[in-house]
């Protein structure tokens, strides 16, 4: 094996003085730099595979919501949750090896892993739409060849379908058993579970999804043909933004990161006042609601208002379930949830919120210590999950009253409906039409549960992002020390003021967010506060 390795290797030479790290995204960066990259994480999917006794490792090529010349990688475990913590320093170091120390470094892995190379390897991936995908994808295929590895190539799939794909092919055969191991199998199981819930409820006129010229546009454009249409109590869906052909379309004016940071509708949009719109990111797993409203113009629904959304709705159907003793419900957020979410959930709710950092491992971990735990980021990306206590619940209870009979009911057929691997925007546009059926709302009417605070993001560049160092989920910087004192004091200064500064995961970069009680002061804030950051990010270490 050690001379195979190494052969294939020498095709996939690393590029000379350049530093890889595995982020809360995997690894994520122009396509021309990811060949050794890929390759090296073949070899750590195998390795990974091996250490759980043979199960199968997931591999998505994908650069989300990026621009189409990036690319990236990242490795799903098995139960189709993010890459086990430890895994994405071993990851970095094996990325980071000179070209003729690769088979060294492996076996290092190996031995101190406790690793039997004997034990069978198993590994399933697909990629999204971007050019570069069919390059990366042969050099992924050189890394399972040389460690003899079983694979499976599922070719075009969103980053949720291989998320739930990974968790079906371990569990297939077992009580857990998640699903059918196809791409079929994902649409037929969240077309019937949708169904089930829509159950005697009309959704309110079309919704249209832009799919941000991403692999979403064909997949949602195939679960259609398994949807029923609203005339048969389903759901009439408008596609746009759904042109994959054309490589350079990809997140261009257009996704659900447009929308978020640009506080817009993608241009291309003809949505007329109060038409009920959302946008896709570029490999479907973060979504975003938003509509115009002819008195105050553009209206975003981001991931903290179907947060809230799903747990007032979770909430009453267990209260009608006559499980909220036994259930405990929670929901779970970051830095970056805008205040008045924080407050409708704790005050009007009676919902507990635990805040996490940045990145979608930390959320999903915090969530499953409630029986029923709702996350989702500000950028829409986000799930909910259920325990086996409740799941347990949901089926074997005995209702007492056709009103309790169907709330059971309608929890089922949403832990079938949810993708609890990971967010996904296809599963998650379904929960929210599902949601908004039934309580017969206007995205109007939702828009107006709370109102939120105005807010602002600014992305500012810096020599080097590793000396901002933060505490309190992200909300406070340790390092540069002071810096954070000096954001204290700016924060003072703006009624309803609040204010953080984290490190990008993935670039050489601060994220800056700010919200006050008006536009012009969340946008003044923001300013000063990465002005402050940029001084301080262009000061010699």
């Not at 409820?201 to 259609?224: F, M, Q, R, S, Y």
């Not at 978020?260 to 609601?289: E, F, H, M, V, W």
């Not at 735990?373 to 086996?388: C, D, I, K, L, P």
């Amino acid at each position: 094996m050690d001379a195979a390795i190494q052969t294939a290797s020498d095709k996939h030479p690393k590029p000379v003085e350049f530093h890889f790290q595995y982020g809360t995204a995997g690894f994520r960066m122009k396509a021309n730099l990811l060949d050794s990259v890929v390759f090296r994480v073949g070899l750590i999917a195998s390795l990974r595979s091996r250490k759980l006794g043979g199960q199968t490792i997931g591999v998505m090529i994908t650069a989300s919501h990026n621009p189409p010349e990036d690319n990236g990688i990242k490795l799903v475990d098995p139960m189709g949750e993010m890459l086990e913590n430890s895994w994405e320093a071993y990851s970095t170091e094996l990325a980071n090896a000179k070209d003729e120390d690769v088979v060294q470094v492996y076996h290092k892995l190996e031995k101190e892993l406790k690793i039997n190379p004997e034990t069978p390897a198993r590994a399933i991936y697909a990629r999204d739409t971007r050019a570069s995908g069919p390059v990366l994808v042969k050099a992924l295929v050189d890394a399972f060849t040389a460690t003899g590895t079983d694979f499976t190539d599922y070719k075009l799939l969103t980053t949720p379908q291989l998320h739930y794909l990974t968790r079906c092919t371990n569990t297939e055969g077992t009580p857990q058993s998640y699903g059918e191991v196809s791409e079929a199998g994902y649409y037929e199981k969240l077309s019937k579970a949708f169904v089930r819930a829509m159950k005697g409820k009309k959704a309110i006129g079309p919704v249209t999804v832009d799919c941000a010229n991403g692999v979403g546009g064909p997949k949602l454009a195939e679960l259609l043909k398994y949807l029923p249409g609203a005339s048969e109590g389903g759901l009439d869906i408008k596609i746009i933004n759904d042109d994959v052909l054309k490589a350079e379309s990809l997140n261009s004016d257009c996704g659900a990161d447009f929308v978020k940071t640009r506080q817009r509708a993608p241009p291309s949009s003809k949505a007329a006042p109060n038409d009920r719109c959302c946008s896709l990111d570029g490999d479907a797993d973060r979504l975003i609601y938003y509509f115009t409203d002819s008195e105050q113009g553009f209206r975003l629904l981001d991931g903290d208002k179907i947060a809230t959304l799903a747990a007032s709705f979770i909430g009453d159907l267990t209260r009608e379930a006559r499980l909220s003793d036994e259930l405990k419900i929670g929901v779970v957020q970051t830095a970056y949830a805008n205040g008045a979410s924080l407050k409708y959930v704790e005050k009007t709710l009676g919902l507990p919120v635990v805040c996490t950092p940045t990145g979608v491992k930390w959320l999903h971990h915090a969530a499953t210590k409630f029986d029923v735990g709702v996350y989702f980021e500000a950028n829409g990306h986000g799930t909910v999950v259920f325990s086996q206590q409740a799941l347990k619940a949901f089926k074997t209870l005995t209702p007492e009253t056709p009103a309790q009979a169907v709330a059971l009911e309608t929890l089922q057929a949403l832990a079938e409906l949810i993708n609890q691997t990971v967010g996904d925007a296809l599963s998650d546009m379904l929960l929210v039409e599902t949601i908004l059926a039934h309580k017969g709302w206007t995205p109007r009417e939702w828009d107006q549960t709370y109102v939120d605070l105005p807010n602002r993001l600014v992305r500012v560049e810096v020599h080097d992002r590793n000396i901002f160092k933060t505490t309190d989920a992200e909300r406070k910087l340790v390092e540069p020390r002071g810096t954070q004192a000096r954001i204290d004091a700016l924060v003072a200064k703006f009624k309803d003021g609040r204010s953080f500064a984290r490190a990008s995961g993935t670039e050489d970069a601060v994220r800056v967010y700010a919200e006050a009680a008006t536009h012009i002061e969340a946008d003044n804030l923001a300013r000063q506060v990465a002005q402050l950051v940029k001084d301080e990010g262009s000061m010699p270490a």
